[in-house]
Structures are given as C-alpha cells and as structure tokens.
C-alpha cells in the first residue's frame, strides 16, 4: 500500500476507527519501512473505560494502541495517539449538541456547568502538525490536547453575544439523554442513538472525561496556545448565515 508512495509518516482518519482496518495500515505501514504513525483518535478518550462501555465503538480505538505499543516496544514503529475532545464546530453545525442554529434554541443538560474538552476541526490540524514537528519529545504516548475547556453555558452566552439575540434554552437531565439513546438502540436505530451518546459523555461527570485533558494537557509541549470559544462559535455561525437556506433565521 506504501511501498511506492514511501512517507515518513502515516496519518489515519478512518472513520469510526476499526481495529481491523487500522491494523491493515499499520502493517503496511511497518512492511513499507514508515517510521511514524497516528491513529485515528481526535475525539474522546478512548482509554477511558467507562467511556468506551458507553460508547464500544472506542474499545476497536484502544485496541488498536494496545497494538501500536507491543510494535513500539520491539522498535517496529513509532506512535502518537491525539485526544481531543468533542467537535466542538462539528457538534454545533449538526446540532448533536444540542444547540439549534436556525432556531436560535437549546437543549442544555444537567445545571449546565458541567465542563468538558472541546476543539474545532482547525484545531486538529494545528495539533498534527505540532505533533509532527515535536515528534521526538511525544512519540509513542496517548496525548490531551483539547483546544479548550468550556460548559454549555458558556457556549449558549457566546452564541447569544455573537448573535445579538437571547436564545431560548430548556434543561434536561444527563441520563435521560442515555435513556433516550437506548430506547432509540431497542428500536433498531443505532446511528441516531451515537449522537446522543456522544453528548452524554460531555455532562455525566461521573465517567472523569475531563480529567486527563486537565492533567495531562500537552498544550505546553507542543508550543499550543488555547483556542479562543468565542472564535469558534463566531466562525460557526459566519458558516451558518452563509451556508443555510434563506430565512433560516441564522442572520
């Protein structure tokens, strides 16, 4: 796959993460002589194994470090893992999270406090190339690196500052957000019970997801200053007013 291409480094950004798929790189990534490899991360900690019972999916991505680290051991290949948080740009273009654009409205879970890691899809790029250019000091290591930290009332009040307008906002309790993924998984629709799972990882401060981005921030190492939210959420919805069907209210 690589023996004429010949990189210096392999970056996967398959979607859902597989181990078998991403297995398949990295062998013919070792096979074609590639020093370094990223495994396709960028998102929750896929380490965290409360957060993988409730998102299994994250169980193929650790898989796939556990693989990364017997090569590394044997000097076979090199590694770097990113987490990243949630998309925070992604989440609130789609909705996922619980924030309607078009309709100025949001659903807000728990007291809205609850903090969480979050990144743009800039922010991705600028971790990779950093990663890319500190290699030596970062390689072989699973890293926090979420562009910032924030809570749902703190996006509501900078949606609302950008946007010049009071949002209407409702509550709602974390684990009903569960309940609800799970009843929509009993009635055969599996992918539109993610999302919901997804957010509930952000509010339900009992999995510890903030935790290692607290602790083990990378920011520093890699030369990163902290993502601007209110640069984030004005560039959302600049996308939105531009890229959204008149009268969308998005004005």
Known sequence: MFAQA???????????????????????AVEAKVTRFVPAEFGHDSLNEKIQERLPPLR???RTIEYL??????????????ATGCLLDYGLQSGNLGFDLKWQSATLHGNGDERFAASSVHWLGQVVRSVITHWDQV???YLYVAGTVTSSNEVLQCLEDASGKQWQAGRAETAECVREAERRIERGFPDAAMFLMERSLLYDQGLAALQPFSKQDAKSTLGLQEE????????????????????????
């Open 60 to 62: 193929e991505k650790a």
């Open 69 to 82: 680290n017997r090569l590394s051991a044997g000097g076979r290949i090199s590694w770097v893992a990113i």
């Open 228 to 251: 601007r939210l209110k640069d984030v959420v004005q560039s959302v919805l600049h996308h939105a007013k531009h890229h959204s069907s008149e009268g969308c209210g998005c004005d």
């Open 139 to 141: 390689q072989n290591r």
């Open 6 to 28: 010949k990189p210096d480094i392999v970056i996967s950004t398959t979607s859902g993460g597989s181990y078998d798929t991403q297995k398949l790189l990295i062998d013919c």
